[in-house]
């Protein structure tokens, strides 16, 4: 018992660490993205009005396939706060992230009226997230547009994405090359690189992987991967204002089971994994989002933790319910997102390409290794429970969590045929 007593005080006082530092650390990054004057980002902002006037706040890219939306409601919001400045110590500002605000008007139409100069503004304060993509925005709006920053977003989601591929076959795992391809199809990699919004998780499940698979046997050895999957919750928590974050566990952790799978670990500490992973996750997400809150009523009192837990409720099961929506009707609404006949066609390419494998490598069926992706499976669906309203009211990019389950029962194919000679060693 002494080895574990000791491994589990290690690594609390790795995660204590890592999450103050990184309390701490984001704050700083904060106070130095406000640092930066207005007047070095009105050129960059003003040169983005001109997207927003002629898309829309909605905009669809492929007519009919409404996971195609976008979300310039939320871009301009973000745009809003990159330029919003009350005159306040950027010590006070980072805590509370405010936003130009007309009456009757969104926060991206409240952004173009600011910057057309229209009378009647004031500023609301949006202190519940922490707003890290700031860091990243501005500095990028002292050189470019909102539209040169979607070109950047592309080029840089499609090296990371050709990154995890190449990792996939250097590490011998060629096969799931058409599972992660497939399941980004259904992510629509050109509406992410469009829109802000979707992008902050999918690049931390994109490098969260990589990471994972590059740095395999140095993680396993010293056991670090549970701090990996903190570090992926923090950095969610972080810069993502609760869009699909699920995704940045949902990846990597099925990249771990397979790399478990491959090294003949029993399925019960497979289990054990998916079970371990997801809460080392979890305490970093809920940790770093409680780090913000703590520093909002250190700096602005109590009442800003009122309006906290008032959203919380709204968008819970508890705000569903009041709402008059069920989970069934959230889980129904996502789900449909995906309703197209291509999207019906995938599952049978995976089928037959699993077929074949197995096949020409003869292989045989193991569903006792099934097992941990079923769980995986199912986090989608748990999540839409506990997030139902919000689900049910943002399903154009809410339903972009279900991608987890896809590529979980697409590499679960994968998995389950195993050479006959190690058959013995997936028992549990």
């Given at each position: 018992?002494?080895?574990?007593?000791?491994?589990?005080?290690?690594k609390a006082l790795?995660?204590?660490?890592?999450?103050?530092?990184?309390?701490?650390?984001?704050?700083?990054?904060?106070?130095?993205?406000?640092?930066?004057?207005?007047?070095?980002?009105?050129?960059?902002?003003?040169?983005?009005?001109?997207?927003?006037?002629?898309?829309?706040?909605?905009?669809?890219?492929?007519?009919?396939?409404?996971?195609?939306?976008?979300?310039?409601?939320?871009?301009?919001?973000?745009?809003?706060?990159?330029?919003?400045?009350?005159?306040e110590s950027p010590?006070?500002?980072?805590?509370?992230?405010?936003?130009?605000?007309?009456?009757?008007?969104?926060?991206?139409?409240?952004?173009?009226?600011?910057?057309?100069?229209?009378?009647?503004?004031?500023?609301?304060?949006?202190?519940?997230?922490?707003?890290?993509?700031?860091?990243?925005?501005?500095?990028?709006?002292?050189?470019?547009?909102?539209?040169?920053?979607?070109?950047?977003?592309?080029?840089?989601?499609?090296?990371?994405?050709?990154?995890?591929?190449?990792?996939?076959?250097?590490?011998?795992?060629?096969?799931?090359?058409?599972?992660?391809?497939?399941?980004?199809?259904?992510?629509?990699?050109?509406?992410?690189?469009?829109?802000?919004?979707?992008?902050?998780?999918?690049?931390?499940?994109?490098?969260?992987?990589?990471?994972?698979?590059?740095?395999?046997?140095?993680?396993?050895?010293?056991?670090?991967?549970?701090?990996?999957?903190?570090?992926?919750?923090?950095?969610?928590?972080?810069?993502?204002?609760?869009?699909?974050?699920?995704?940045?566990?949902?990846?990597?952790?099925?990249?771990?089971?397979?790399?478990?799978?491959?090294?003949?670990?029993?399925?019960?500490?497979?289990?054990?994994?998916?079970?371990?992973?997801?809460?080392?996750?979890?305490?970093?997400?809920?940790?770093?989002?409680?780090?913000?809150?703590?520093?909002?009523?250190?700096?602005?009192?109590?009442?800003?933790?009122?309006?906290?837990?008032?959203?919380?409720?709204?968008?819970?099961?508890?705000?569903a319910v009041t709402?008059?929506?069920?989970?069934?009707?959230?889980?129904?609404?996502?789900?449909?997102?995906?309703?197209?006949?291509?999207?019906?066609?995938?599952?049978?390419?995976?089928?037959?390409?699993?077929?074949?494998?197995?096949?020409?490598?003869?292989?045989?069926?193991?569903?006792?290794?099934?097992?941990?992706?079923?769980?995986?499976?199912?986090?989608?669906?748990?999540?839409?429970?506990?997030?139902?309203?919000?689900?049910?009211?943002?399903?154009?990019?809410?339903?972009?969590?279900?991608?987890?389950?896809?590529?979980?029962?697409?590499?679960?194919?994968?998995?389950?045929?195993?050479?006959?000679?190690?058959?013995?060693?997936?028992?549990?």
């Amino acid at each position: 018992m002494q080895p574990i007593k000791t491994y589990l005080k290690t690594k609390a006082l790795h995660f204590i660490i890592l999450l103050l530092g990184s309390i701490v650390l984001g704050y700083l990054l904060m106070v130095i993205a406000y640092a930066i004057p207005q007047s070095r980002l009105i050129l960059g902002c003003a040169n983005s009005v001109c997207t927003f006037e002629k898309e829309g706040a909605y905009p669809i890219v492929s007519d009919g396939y409404i996971n195609t939306q976008l979300d310039n409601y939320t871009d301009g919001a973000m745009l809003n706060a990159a330029l919003c400045s009350t005159g306040e110590s950027p010590f006070i500002a980072a805590i509370k992230n405010c936003q130009y605000k007309y009456d009757d008007q969104n926060p991206m139409e409240s952004f173009m009226s600011y910057i057309w100069q229209k009378e009647g503004t004031h500023t609301i304060d949006y202190p519940r997230y922490w707003h890290g993509f700031l860091i990243v925005l501005k500095p990028l709006l002292l050189f470019f547009s909102y539209s040169d920053i979607r070109m950047i977003n592309g080029l840089m989601q499609s090296i990371l994405l050709v990154l995890l591929l190449w990792t996939l076959a250097k590490k011998q795992l060629s096969q799931y090359i058409l599972p992660v391809v497939l399941t980004t199809f259904y992510l629509v990699p050109s509406v992410l690189a469009m829109s802000l919004q979707y992008s902050s998780v999918y690049y931390i499940a994109l490098l969260t992987t990589t990471v994972l698979l590059l740095f395999e046997d140095r993680l396993s050895e010293k056991q670090l991967i549970p701090e990996l999957f903190l570090i992926a919750g923090i950095l969610t928590s972080y810069f993502d204002l609760l869009t699909y974050p699920l995704i940045t566990l949902g990846f990597p952790l099925v990249f771990a089971i397979i790399l478990q799978q491959r090294r003949r670990c029993t399925v019960k500490d497979t289990i054990l994994s998916v079970i371990g992973y997801s809460f080392c996750w979890g305490i970093g997400y809920v940790g770093m989002w409680s780090g913000k809150w703590l520093l909002s009523i250190l700096f602005l009192g109590f009442s800003s933790f009122a309006a906290v837990t008032a959203s919380l409720q709204e968008r819970s099961l508890n705000g569903a319910v009041t709402a008059g929506t069920s989970v069934m009707d959230t889980l129904i609404s996502n789900i449909e997102m995906f309703k197209k006949p291509i999207y019906k066609i995938l599952p049978f390419i995976m089928l037959l390409y699993t077929a074949i494998i197995g096949y020409r490598n003869k292989k045989e069926i193991h569903l006792i290794n099934c097992i941990p992706f079923l769980m995986i499976l199912c986090m989608p669906f748990a999540w839409y429970v506990v997030t139902a309203n919000h689900a049910a009211v943002h399903t154009w990019f809410t339903h972009k969590t279900l991608c987890i389950a896809v590529l979980g029962f697409y590499c679960m194919l994968m998995s389950v045929v195993r050479p006959s000679e190690q058959q013995q060693s997936f028992t549990p």
